[in-house]
């Protein structure tokens, strides 16, 4: 025998919890995470991380400090000469220092997965 199908009721029925309530900082899922950070998995990972952040920033710098030194004209009739030479000037160093930090980390980073 076939049950007959009952109408649905249009009522929606939930229950909450409070996110806060859940949630201890002496969860064995935070001590994993400071443990994983202290492996070689983890150093790679946080070496990865500054890998790619120093070379982002080595682009970015390079294209700003390109288009700084471009914009620079030597008329006497523009902007004060010295400040825009200046300001090309400590974009490319800055685009060194990055470009340093980018190599470094590349070593250290090369280093530790031969390892």
Do not use: K
């Amino acid at each position: 025998m076939e049950e007959p199908q009952r109408a649905r009721s249009h009522t929606v029925t939930t229950t909450t919890s409070s996110f806060a309530e859940n949630f201890s900082t002496s969860s064995s899922s935070f001590a994993y995470d400071r443990e994983f950070l202290r492996t070689l998995p983890g150093l790679l990972i946080v070496a990865e991380i500054g890998l790619c952040f120093n070379g982002s920033a080595f682009v970015l710098y390079l294209s700003a400090a390109v288009v700084d030194a471009s914009s620079v004209s030597p008329e006497r009739d523009s902007h004060n000469f010295n400040s825009w030479a200046a300001s090309s000037f400590f974009a490319f160093l800055v685009t060194i220092c990055y470009a340093g930090n980018t190599y470094f980390s590349f070593i250290a980073w090369r280093s530790r997965t031969i390892q």
